[in-house]
């Protein structure tokens, strides 16, 4: 019976809404942004196109159940690869982008595209892939199976991980890093694991930071870093250090938000010039013509798609469908933390886009293609909670 109920009642109308909110903050501060006159493109007009593609690919997606989509995790996982590779062979030129030293996007017709946006649905599908049938497979939990499902996690990560190294991109590294940590959790590795991991982890990246800071020349002869590697963390401790070059960014992206106060400036009322403010950047633009109301409003809007995103994995019956929301939850998280943070100093900067704000389709249709399959699960509830019955009949 409760397969036959109509589509306005499977929908999920409440993440659309939250959807829709972000749409009109991000064509108003876009086209703000582009009043610089850094761009002479219609960044509005191609967000909004942007978004008409993210509808139809949720669409799309929303058609297939989880059931279809556990059967192709592999299959996309493996297509996803398979891009990352061709652009590592490739050279830069053609189809290749090479923008600031990372080659990490295709031309095609419809604008450029980034694979590794895409690659993060992906390994979050193949990650709930291998985590669902190791349990299915060893229902008594040991060490010994955690340290297994440990390492077929870290087999799936490391392989787009280490291509997307050599483009080379951190932020998007960091973002499969977060996702690997969240997905980890929440398979229920015994924390006898997971807090000496933890603490090795930290240990190791609190030596790099330190070795940054005091070691440099080791670093660069041992591992191949280079000074312009260092630097981002140097003008992120100390930006006024470095006003004239790699400190700049960060200075005026902490003056236009400081400048907006409490209540803003104003809707295209902006005095402090900030580069990329319609991508990267662009929460530098809400918080001063909208000032701290504003950027909480849209913080706080943030934490009501993740909290709706919380709420609905806490309804899900099939663990497969529980850990593509856990990774996709994450993903979001990670990259709303990152990119506010980076722009108020709290963390470095990285070229972490502000999900469903900033400008960019690459970055949009990603986020369309994992919303997409929490629409399906959700659209699909009724009848896969249902479906072990089925099996048994």
Not at 104 to 113: A, K, M, Q, V, Y
């Given at each position: 019976?409760?397969?036959n109920?109509n589509f306005?009642?499977?929908?999920?109308?409440?993440?659309?809404?939250?959807?829709?909110i972000?749409?009109?903050?991000?064509?108003?501060?876009?086209?703000?942004?582009?009043?610089?006159?850094?761009?002479?493109?219609?960044?509005?007009?191609?967000?909004?196109?942007?978004?008409?593609?993210?509808?139809?690919?949720?669409a799309?997606?929303?058609?297939?159940d989880?059931?279809q989509?556990?059967?192709?995790?592999?299959?996309?996982?493996?297509?996803?690869?398979?891009?990352?590779?061709?652009?590592?062979?490739?050279?830069?030129?053609?189809?290749?982008?090479?923008?600031?030293?990372?080659?990490?996007?295709?031309?095609?017709?419809?604008?450029?595209?980034?694979?590794?946006?895409?690659?993060?649905?992906?390994?979050?599908?193949?990650?709930?892939?291998?985590i669902?049938?190791?349990h299915?497979?060893?229902?008594?939990?040991s060490?010994?199976?955690?340290?297994?499902?440990?390492?077929?996690?870290?087999?799936t990560?490391?392989?787009?991980?280490?291509?997307?190294?050599?483009?080379p991109?951190?932020?998007?590294?960091?973002?499969?890093?977060?996702?690997?940590?969240?997905?980890?959790?929440?398979?229920?590795?015994?924390?006898?694991?997971?807090?000496?991991?933890f603490?090795?982890g930290v240990?190791v990246?609190?030596?790099l930071?330190w070795?940054?800071?005091?070691m440099?020349d080791?670093?660069?002869?041992?591992?191949?870093?280079?000074?312009?590697?260092?630097?981002?963390i140097?003008?992120?401790?100390?930006?006024?250090l470095?006003?004239?070059?790699?400190?700049y960014?960060?200075?005026?992206?902490?003056?236009?938000?400081?400048?907006g106060?409490?209540f803003?400036k104003g809707?295209?009322?902006?005095?402090?010039?900030?580069?990329?403010?319609?991508?990267?950047?662009?929460?530098t633009?809400?918080?001063e013509?909208?000032?701290?109301?504003?950027?909480?409003?849209?913080?706080?809007?943030?934490?009501?798609?993740?909290?709706?995103?919380?709420?609905?994995?806490?309804?899900?019956?099939?663990?497969?469908?529980?850990?593509?929301?856990?990774?996709?939850?994450?993903?979001i998280?990670?990259?709303?933390f990152?990119?506010i943070?980076?722009t108020?100093?709290?963390?470095p900067?990285?070229?972490?886009?502000?999900?469903?704000?900033?400008?960019g389709?690459?970055?949009l249709?990603?986020?369309a293609?994992?919303?997409?399959?929490?629409?399906?699960?959700?659209?699909?509830?009724?009848s896969?909670?249902?479906?072990?019955n089925?099996?048994?009949?």
């Amino acid at each position: 019976m409760e397969n036959n109920k109509n589509f306005a009642s499977r929908f999920d109308w409440k993440l659309a809404l939250i959807i829709l909110i972000f749409l009109i903050v991000s064509l108003l501060a876009i086209s703000s942004a582009q009043t610089t006159g850094q761009y002479s493109a219609n960044f509005v007009l191609q967000q909004l196109i942007n978004y008409i593609i993210f509808a139809v690919i949720v669409a799309f997606v929303i058609y297939f159940d989880p059931d279809q989509y556990k059967k192709m995790a592999w299959y996309l996982y493996g297509f996803g690869v398979l891009l990352l590779i061709i652009l590592a062979v490739l050279p830069a030129g053609g189809i290749v982008i090479e923008r600031n030293g990372a080659k990490s996007w295709f031309s095609t017709p419809i604008g450029s595209l980034q694979p590794s946006e895409f690659m993060k649905t992906f390994f979050i599908l193949a990650s709930a892939w291998v985590i669902s049938k190791h349990h299915e497979k060893y229902s008594i939990k040991s060490i010994k199976s955690d340290v297994l499902l440990l390492g077929k996690i870290g087999v799936t990560l490391i392989i787009p991980l280490a291509f997307i190294m050599m483009q080379p991109d951190l932020g998007s590294a960091l973002v499969f890093l977060a996702i690997t940590a969240a997905l980890i959790i929440v398979a229920g590795i015994s924390w006898k694991i997971i807090i000496p991991i933890f603490v090795a982890g930290v240990t190791v990246g609190g030596s790099l930071l330190w070795m940054a800071l005091y070691m440099q020349d080791f670093l660069e002869d041992k591992f191949g870093l280079q000074p312009y590697q260092f630097a981002r963390i140097y003008s992120w401790i100390d930006p006024y250090l470095y006003s004239s070059g790699s400190g700049y960014h960060l200075i005026t992206s902490l003056n236009a938000i400081g400048s907006g106060e409490i209540f803003g400036k104003g809707y295209l009322d902006r005095e402090v010039y900030v580069a990329e403010s319609h991508t990267d950047f662009i929460f530098t633009v809400i918080g001063e013509e909208w000032g701290f109301i504003g950027a909480s409003f849209v913080i706080c809007l943030y934490f009501l798609l993740i909290y709706h995103l919380t709420k609905l994995t806490l309804t899900l019956k099939d663990p497969f469908c529980t850990y593509v929301c856990a990774g996709i939850i994450a993903m979001i998280t990670f990259h709303v933390f990152e990119n506010i943070g980076m722009t108020i100093q709290l963390l470095p900067i990285t070229g972490i886009p502000l999900p469903f704000i900033s400008y960019g389709g690459s970055s949009l249709m990603g986020n369309a293609l994992a919303l997409g399959l929490v629409f399906s699960m959700k659209y699909h509830y009724k009848s896969y909670m249902f479906a072990g019955n089925d099996d048994d009949e």
